[in-house]
């Protein structure tokens, strides 16, 4: 009778084919099947649902606000204040779906938060960043396409049409889900009258989304609305959903100066206000400056939870470049190890890089936008080329912008 060649029994690559082969009783397996196996256990347990649906949450794991803060730090540099709004607020959602689960008599209502800060001081980023940490359903919208019902665009509704398809179109799993609406700004009031015109995409959204903020039961479209106008609606109700806005609210510096300097009046108005930081308004922003650039009353009344973003100065555009788990130079330095080639830089580039965001006045989204100017040609050679090292000089990376720029001002 023939040997049986020892081989396992999940994947049936024999003993000299693996790394190790562990024997049972009945059947071997080898360590890369149970690796597998490790990995797959942990997605079905990180994704197990409990009894009244939702995402499983647990008392043990609940990450603290300072664990929040400190898994943001990794990814977000600076924007301290704003890192502690937000941590807060994740952990209190947690905390109070914890507490419905346990039946207290005491019901904590939701603290709906709104970022406001300048283009490119990374308000996307943090909720995208803190989305990682989450163990409920999270999904990012864009104010920009809603409309009033009834008008092109995108109905309000939408948004929990994104959230259902998160949640895989598990209902008491979206119930309890966190939704970051972007561009909160563009849907400002257009006018001071609202009654001269139809302001659809302004005032009307606002309107709309006020029964999203606060908690009702809303009629969802699981397609998406207009185009499947017979598709059975799915009922969601928004009590337990956490809203986070966000905006640039351009201009709306003037208002909060305009405020400030009207509070004092006659010759101690110079010693009043010479504590203000003239460079910085968006700290001292409060909810009649929302009110004066367009947002009505009722929804700033749902949005309790107000902070603001920093503007990024040299020093932090530097570290956004270099220092970020997923920095950019980083993200570049990866691309370039899967072709095995080792790039490099020297560090007079990375200020010239600085120096040219900030020239444009894109925030850290202009450091993207340089960095790719600079590094286009070398990622398009270098595959092909052979070589096992690339190194950015200063001098290589003005002239790749000088050459763009030039390109520009002909198509001008």
Request: proline share 4%; with cysteine.
């Amino acid at each position: 009778m023939a040997k049986q060649i020892d081989k396992c029994s999940f994947c049936s690559r024999n003993r000299d084919q693996v790394e190790l082969l562990i024997s049972g009783v009945t059947g071997n397996i080898c360590n890369e099947c149970v690796e597998r196996a490790y990995e797959m256990v942990r997605d079905i347990k990180g994704q197990q649902k409990d009894g009244k649906g939702g995402f499983a949450l647990n008392k043990t794991d609940l990450p603290k606000p300072k664990e929040i803060k400190t898994f943001l730090d990794s990814y977000v540099i600076g924007q301290d204040e704003a890192k502690k709004f937000l941590s807060v607020s994740v952990y209190n959602h947690y905390k109070r779906l914890l507490q419905q689960d346990a039946g207290d008599d005491v019901e904590i209502e939701k603290s709906n938060i709104l970022l406001v800060g300048s283009t490119g001081t990374g308000k996307t980023l943090l909720a995208k960043t803190i989305a990682r940490k989450l163990h409920v359903p999270f999904t990012i919208v864009d104010a920009t396409v809603l409309t009033e019902a009834g008008y092109v665009g995108e109905d309000i509704e939408s948004i929990l049409t994104r959230l259902l398809q998160v949640a895989d179109y598990d209902v008491p799993s979206a119930e309890r889900g966190i939704v970051f609406i972007d561009e909160m700004d563009k849907i400002a009031r257009k006018g001071d009258n609202p009654s001269i015109t139809r302001d659809v995409s302004g005032e009307g959204v606002q309107q709309g989304l006020l029964k999203l903020l606060e908690g009702s039961v809303v009629n969802v479209p699981p397609q998406g609305g207009r185009k499947h106008p017979d598709q059975k609606m799915i009922a969601v109700d928004t009590k337990n959903i956490l809203f986070i806005c966000g905006g640039a609210f351009e201009g709306i510096e003037k208002k909060i100066a305009n405020r400030l300097n009207t509070k004092v009046v006659g010759y101690g108005a110079l010693k009043a206000t010479e504590h203000v930081d003239r460079s910085n308004f968006l700290q001292y922003i409060a909810p009649q400056d929302l009110r004066s650039f367009g947002l009505i009353p009722e929804i700033i009344g749902r949005l309790p939870v107000l902070t603001y973003l920093n503007p990024l100065d040299r020093n932090a555009l530097r570290q956004i470049l270099t220092e970020p788990k997923n920095s950019i130079i980083k993200q570049y330095t990866k691309l370039f190890e899967m072709d095995e080639v080792e790039l490099s830089f020297e560090p007079e580039v990375f200020d010239y890089i600085v120096d040219k965001a900030i020239e444009f006045g894109l925030g850290a989204r202009g450091l993207r936008s340089i960095s790719e100017t600079i590094i286009m040609d070398a990622m398009y050679e270098t595959p092909t080329s052979g070589k096992k090292t690339f190194k950015i000089t200063l001098d290589f990376a003005q002239k790749k912008v000088d050459v763009m720029s030039a390109v520009r001002l002909k198509r001008a």
